[in-house]
């Protein structure tokens, strides 16, 4: 109620020109409701993104204990990706003009890389038998991260004839893997 509240007011005045107070009141609830849902506005445009999110480090785990790093990280990634079609997408990244969201997406978007870098970061390590602090973990992370986010923000904008975002995902983050594979001295399967 109040997200599909946000929605209306983010289309009908833009983001920047909706209030946390404009949106519980056309939810019909109280501010402190609103903030017992979601920590800030800007929460309200990530909602089915951060609820898919939350799965990675299950994701992660039910990898093939006895795959290769780079062939793990890249099968967590496209599993990932394979809960998002063209009807599972925010209606703030499809609308991001006429809502006056990209600068905000762009914004709030940092926290969530960050948190699947850790992930990624902390499952590397042990499969790389590294400290959780150790460079080659971290960086082989933020690469692959990076190459999903930016797979994952073309595919968003390329409009109503989108397909699937695995393929897209794996276009990106195929050739980080494969190349981090290679600097690591991986075996193929």
Known sequence: MIAEAAGELF????YDGTTVDDIARRAGVGRATFFNYFGAKSDLLWLEVDESLRGFDQLLSETDPDAPPMTAVLDAITALADEFGPARLPLAVTQYELMGTDGELEASALP???TLVRQLSAFLAGRLGEPRDALL????ATAVIGAAGAAAAVWARSGVRRGPLAPVIVAA???VCAGYASALDEQPR
């Open 173 to 175: 983050v195929g050739p």
């Open 112 to 114: 969530r890389f960050l």
């Open 137 to 140: 973990p971290r960086a082989i």
């Open 11 to 14: 289309l009908e005045k833009t």
